[in-house]
């Protein structure tokens, strides 16, 4: 079992940046994949960015690559994700996710059964 718990959201102007964290207890966290999902007011909730077990290999939704970056403590038990240059279209409610997660699957919601309450991100333009 693992809990999660998102912190960093808020308010931002457009280009501006901020850092989520997401905390875990359980003993199983860095047994698991991790993964950062949006959702935003009317639309499916889409994947953002995720990392593998040990963090080695990341992986991003085009629309924040190379502009978001994922990074993992598996010794802290806590993910977290840097987004900078933000624009108005990255308002969204953004969730911490775990789970059994494979490659091909990654960027599933369904494939993460670990998910923290979400923290509000709003970009002002």
């Known amino acids: 079992q693992v809990q999660l718990v998102e912190s960093g959201g808020g308010l931002v102007q457009a280009g501006g940046s901020l850092r989520l964290s997401c905390a875990a207890s359980?003993?199983?966290?860095?047994?698991?994949?991790v993964a950062w999902f949006r959702r935003a007011p009317g639309k499916e909730r889409e994947f953002v960015g995720g990392a593998s077990q040990n963090g080695g290999v990341k992986y991003y939704a085009d629309s924040v690559k190379g502009r978001f970056t994922i990074s993992r403590d598996n010794a802290k038990n806590t993910v977290s994700l840097q987004m900078n240059n933000l624009n108005p279209e990255d308002t969204a409610v953004y969730y911490c996710a775990a789970g059994n997660a494979i490659a091909s699957t990654a960027r599933a919601p369904g494939s993460y059964a670990y998910w923290g309450q979400g923290t509000q991100v709003t970009v002002s333009s």
């Open positions: 359980g003993r199983t966290f860095a047994t698991h994949r």
